[in-house]
């Protein structure tokens, strides 16, 4: 992003939240005591070059989430990954719905490299991996049900693109009365002036938005038996 875009949205954010303010937004929901880590769409269509869904920055989000990813699992923090994956991309039966006449979603063949989550940021045997078809990763997907049945009370959401499936999760996240923790160097999208924007909206209306050193002093905080109910070993591997 360069530094006329970065001051002009500098002074609109000053002006904006100087009027959410007034109305009473941008007020904060703080940390709950049982996080999960769910990581948005961190698959190679978006992470890796020469995808249409390919995205800027990723080195950078990546490294964030490797050390996130080693904080909860050092806790035994539930962790989530998504991505999105078309079974039929052409014909009458396709399950890309109405989404593909907006967006290139053929490029997101189920079984395909592109929809692998990273392998820089590879999941772990026994973490849960959701493959969804809408942005949100709570849309018709068990999402809900599995935070819940784990005892979660708080999302940190890693991922891309912030201005679509991360935001969307995010949105779903406190409507289904999760604390959403947005992690600001751990997201992403293809246009930087989109991520900042997203950001700047979502904190005053859906989630909190923390640098990452603040998410990794409060996993760092947490008693690993006390305040994080993990799924057993077993339950783990069926998931």
Not at 138 to 151: I, K, M, N
Not at 202 to 230: G, I
Request: proline share 5%.
């Amino acid at each position: 992003m360069n530094d006329d875009i970065a001051k002009a949205l500098e002074t609109i954010f000053a002006t904006d939240s100087a009027l959410y303010q007034s109305r009473g937004f941008q007020r904060r929901i703080g940390f709950g005591t049982r996080p999960a880590l769910v990581n948005v769409d961190l698959a190679n269509a978006w992470t890796r070059p020469g995808n249409a869904f390919s995205c800027e920055g990723m080195d950078g989000v990546i490294a964030s989430v490797q050390r996130l990813l080693a904080a909860a699992r050092a806790k035994q923090i539930p962790v989530v990954f998504t991505s999105t994956a078309y079974a039929i991309t052409e014909g009458p039966n396709t399950d890309m719905g109405l989404w593909y006449h907006k967006v290139p979603l053929e490029c997101l063949k189920a079984g395909s490299p592109d929809v692998a989550i990273d392998d820089r940021i590879a999941p772990e045997p026994g973490e849960l991996v959701i493959v969804k078809k809408r942005a949100s990763g709570f849309h018709g997907t068990p999402l809900a049900g599995y935070l819940r049945s784990v005892g979660v009370d708080t999302v940190i959401l890693t991922g891309v693109t912030m201005s679509a499936c991360v935001r969307h999760t995010t949105e779903d996240a406190i409507a289904e009365g999760f604390r959403p923790i947005v992690v600001r160097e751990a997201v992403g999208d293809r246009i930087a002036a989109a991520v900042e924007w997203n950001l700047f909206d979502v904190d005053a209306k859906f989630a909190d938005v923390e640098p990452l050193d603040r998410v990794l002093a409060y996993f760092d905080s947490l008693d690993t038996a006390q305040d994080v109910t993990p799924l057993p070993d077993a339950a783990r591997r069926r998931a």
